[in-house]
């Protein structure tokens, strides 16, 4: 009887895809907004004019009320059938999600035809809870390089080859610095969220963990903690590599800056400034060469009881044909699309942002050298916690040692349920 009931609902499958059923409208909901808003704008037209008998109610934008607004939407009965979820955000909005291999209607994942060996390992297991898989991947974002060949050709250095080690970044600094021109800018715009990103950088290529695996108590206020912290701080401070409250963005466009950790989203504005530029992977500084990241994933929220087979499996070919066509994704806004097919698009391939630097940020990616942000319930008052203090010691109020004493107590009352 089994069997019979799974070929029955095989055949519903095979028959609606091919486009037999009738019209569905699902609705779409996105965080995007500016370039990435445009980009996936891009893909929901070109998917709405190869399927028309689905239509598709996009709706993009409100940054800071998403997570809220989602919550409220399957709570009162009305969620969209597709939206987006960074990975970070999973533990807190699980609830809120259908476990895509264990939904109402079945294996969405089987039924949509979603193959996860298309996707990074770290990526794909990004979107796992509790043996369920919640999200699928698409794309991974994140830091790496950016460096003035101009100014490295002022300094004796050659263009052509940026520090891959402490020393050489060490020694580049000095040449940059000494030939007139701030060195090193570790952290985009210096938003305290962006320096807290370049510390757990160091800490983490120290082999340093931010909490236990259950989550019980903070462990980063130890010697490697300290060593990244100082050597952040230094960077503005004792090194003379940059200045207190430096914005490295304007900096490098300005021309004025010889190095910088900065996303991939630095692209296009890096581009049209004019600099000489080149990119290269975050430097292997202190034993592995991990850079910070994250990943935007897609999810179906938690539908009503009730909700037909089609509008699951019309979001889910939806989510599929955006996996595949991330190409489109990742040209505008540069996120590398985490869809191998999609990275096999010649259209990307040939494009100056492919050779220039998104060639090297996906090898950062397939090697798994991008860290993502904690999954916690209260990440983001952990994160605050931690960033509030490293800025403090950053602009000289508090030492680094008195910053990560007082971001463990923070930390450790948060996860005590204070």
């Excluded at 040449?175 to 800490?203: M, N, Q, S, V």
């Excluded at 490098?252 to 900065?262: D, E, N, P, S, V």
């Excluded at 990943?295 to 989510?319: F, R, V």
């Excluded at 008052?381 to 030492?399: C, F, P, R």
């Amino acid at each position: 009887m089994k069997r019979l009931i799974g070929v029955l609902l095989g055949l519903m499958v095979v028959w609606w895809f091919v486009g037999f059923g009738q019209d569905v409208e699902i609705e779409f909901d996105t965080l995007f907004h500016e370039a990435d808003a445009k980009a996936m704008e891009n893909i929901v037209n070109l998917f709405q004019s190869l399927h028309p008998d689905i239509v598709v109610r996009l709706v993009q934008g409100r940054w800071e009320e998403y997570y809220t607004g989602l919550r409220l939407a399957v709570i009162a009965g009305n969620p969209p059938q597709l939206g987006i979820c960074h990975v970070n955000r999973l533990v807190e909005m699980a609830d809120y999600l259908t476990p895509l291999d264990a939904s109402p209607v079945g294996n969405l994942l089987e039924l949509g035809g979603i193959d996860p060996s298309l996707f990074p390992e770290a990526t794909w297991k990004a979107g796992q809870l509790s043996g369920h898989q919640y999200l699928i991947p698409l794309d991974t974002h994140g830091w790496g390089l950016w460096y003035n060949k101009d100014i490295f050709a002022a300094a004796g250095l050659d263009p052509n080859k940026p520090p891959q080690t402490y020393e050489e970044f060490v020694a580049a600094c000095e040449a940059i610095k000494k030939a007139g021109y701030y060195a090193f800018h570790p952290a985009e715009d210096a938003l305290p969220r962006k320096l807290r990103r370049a510390w757990e950088i160091f800490y983490y290529q120290m082999g340093g963990e931010l909490f236990d695996a259950n989550f019980t108590h903070a462990t980063f206020n130890n010697e490697k903690g300290l060593k990244a912290l100082e050597f952040l701080v230094n960077i503005f401070n004792a090194y003379g590599w940059n200045v207190v409250g430096g914005n490295g963005y304007n900096q490098f466009t300005a021309g004025k800056l010889g190095m910088l950790f900065a996303g991939n989203w630095f692209y296009p504005t890096v581009k049209q400034s004019g600099v000489n530029f080149g990119y290269a992977p975050v430097p292997n500084l202190f034993g592995i060469p991990y850079t910070w990241g994250a990943s935007h994933q897609l999810c179906i929220p938690l539908q009503p009881a009730g909700t037909p087979l089609e509008a699951y499996l019309a979001a889910m070919k939806l989510a599929k044909f955006i996996t595949e066509n991330a190409y489109l994704w990742t040209l505008t806004g540069g996120h590398i699309a985490a869809n191998s097919k999609a990275l096999e698009d010649p259209r990307l391939l040939e494009s100056d942002y492919w050779k220039e630097s998104g060639h090297i940020l996906n090898d950062m990616i397939q090697k798994g050298l991008v860290r993502f942000p904690i999954n916690h319930p209260r990440g983001s008052e952990l994160e605050k916690a931690i960033e509030t203090n490293i800025q403090l010691a950053v602009v000289g109020q508090i030492s680094p040692a008195e910053a990560l004493a007082r971001a463990e107590a923070e930390c450790n009352r948060i996860l005590q349920g204070g």
